[in-house]
């Protein structure tokens, strides 16, 4: 597949799964928003490479396979700083991360909140509207940034694990932000062109 069936394919499987994710307290309310769902994943997968799509497909379609729901793993994830509680209830059902996993993940993570820090300082009219950044930040009903990420990256096979760290590594030697690359294809799949353009409407 070229890289536009690849977003669209991964997407539908995404938000399938998505779907079907049960919540604590029930069903949310972005579970029913196609339109922003669509928005958001594609913005971000349009800055991986195809070997990184693949992968990653090849990883959802491997859990749906065998009955797992790699959304469900991504949000169960999370709350170990949200819901502490919940978490020792289901953690002993979650894939074991290596070691190598762990620490890739961290660097990962650590590398990509300094550049959404980054681009809160440069865009804060933007940033205002978003997660909180940090995982100090989290309450059980607000995400960081940082805490979604780590739950996200932390469902990948290492293999797509590494193709993604090598991703971050790479931006990051061409001093490239990927928080910033993503937002511009957001604010692009909205209909405008600029940040200066949506600095004073409510876009979001």
């Not at 959802?60 to 009955?67: C, K, P, S």
């Not at 440069?122 to 805490?147: F, G, L």
Request: glycine letters at 4%; one cysteine or more.
């Amino acid at each position: 597949m070229e890289k536009e069936q690849l977003i669209e394919k991964l997407i539908e499987l995404e938000y399938e799964a998505f779907d079907k994710t049960r919540n604590v307290g029930g069903r949310a309310a972005c579970q029913n928003d196609w339109p922003t769902f669509y928005i958001m994943r594609k913005s971000q997968y349009l800055t991986w490479n195809e070997e990184m799509l693949e992968s990653f497909l090849s990883d959802f379609e491997e859990a749906n396979a065998r009955g797992w729901n790699l959304i469900t793993e991504k949000y169960a994830r999370m709350m170990k700083s949200t819901n502490p509680a919940e978490y020792d209830q289901i953690k002993e059902i979650l894939p074991v991360q290596s070691e190598w996993q762990k620490n890739v993940i961290e660097q990962i993570v650590e590398i990509q909140v300094g550049w959404m820090e980054e681009f809160s300082k440069e865009h804060p009219n933007i940033s205002s509207r978003a997660r909180v950044i940090h995982t100090s930040e989290d309450q059980m009903d607000d995400t960081s940034y940082e805490t979604y990420l780590r739950g996200e990256i932390g469902t990948y096979s290492e293999e797509t694990l590494a193709k993604y760290a090598a991703f971050i590594v790479g931006l990051a030697k061409e001093k490239k932000n990927l928080a910033e690359m993503i937002m511009q294809n957001t604010i692009e799949l909205y209909g405008y062109s600029s940040f200066e353009e949506i600095k004073e409407l409510e876009w979001m």
